[in-house]
């Protein structure tokens, strides 16, 4: 098993229809798929429609791990930065040092995490995103458990998803346009979390 995973900035080119049997998209968005045969023509028509879960989960999915929990972390701390929880910059500091070397010794310092926040918040979610990116799902002292393909995206979608619904009645809730246009810098590779990454 590997102790690392592919440093990959920005995701290569996958055909409409692979990307979307990657986490089983709903029918609603294959049909609008026959429509637009490119994945950036179907972010784009989502986001057009205002079907921003939609197009969170077609881009969490469509990013190598890295990118997408990195995604997270910037919307995660867009929406936080003002008022951090208890244990907030702890978990982001652990998040960002697996970013930066993301190997099985770092992944498993994520569990500290667990710790702090549930999985019923954004931080619980995204580092979970991390801890599900490579390795193993099981203990260190029992045969390696890999993690399912694309569970990293589910967790990374579902953080970032989250953290969307909370406050937004609130006139500093962030706003799905900001999300989104966090995801289209990570995407093109302009908004990365390490100046050396290719």
Wanted: proline share 10%; hydrophobic share 45%; with cysteine.
């Amino acid at each position: 098993m590997s102790a690392t995973i592919d440093r990959v900035a920005t995701p290569e080119p996958v055909p409409v229809s692979t990307l979307l049997s990657r986490y089983h998209a709903p029918p609603a968005i294959q049909e609008l798929a026959t429509k637009q045969p490119t994945a950036i023509g179907l972010f784009n028509e989502l986001v057009e429609l205002g079907q921003f879960g939609d197009a969170i989960d077609l881009l969490a999915h469509w990013m190598p791990a890295q990118a997408s929990v990195w995604w997270g972390c910037l919307t995660l701390w867009e929406a936080n930065r003002k008022q951090e929880p208890p244990h907030f910059s702890e978990a982001m500091q652990l998040i960002i040092a697996w970013l930066q070397r993301p190997e099985e010794s770092q992944r498993r310092e994520l569990v500290q995490v667990e710790g702090w926040f549930s999985t019923k918040v954004p931080m619980g979610l995204l580092a979970k995103a991390a801890c599900f990116s490579h390795g193993s799902m099981a203990g260190p002292d029992v045969p390696p458990v890999p993690p399912p393909p694309f569970l990293y995206a589910i967790f990374s979608a579902a953080a970032i998803k989250l953290q969307l619904a909370l406050k937004h009645n609130s006139p500093e809730a962030l706003l799905p346009t900001q999300v989104i246009q966090f995801g289209r810098e990570v995407l093109a590779g302009q908004n990365q979390w390490t100046d050396d990454a290719k």
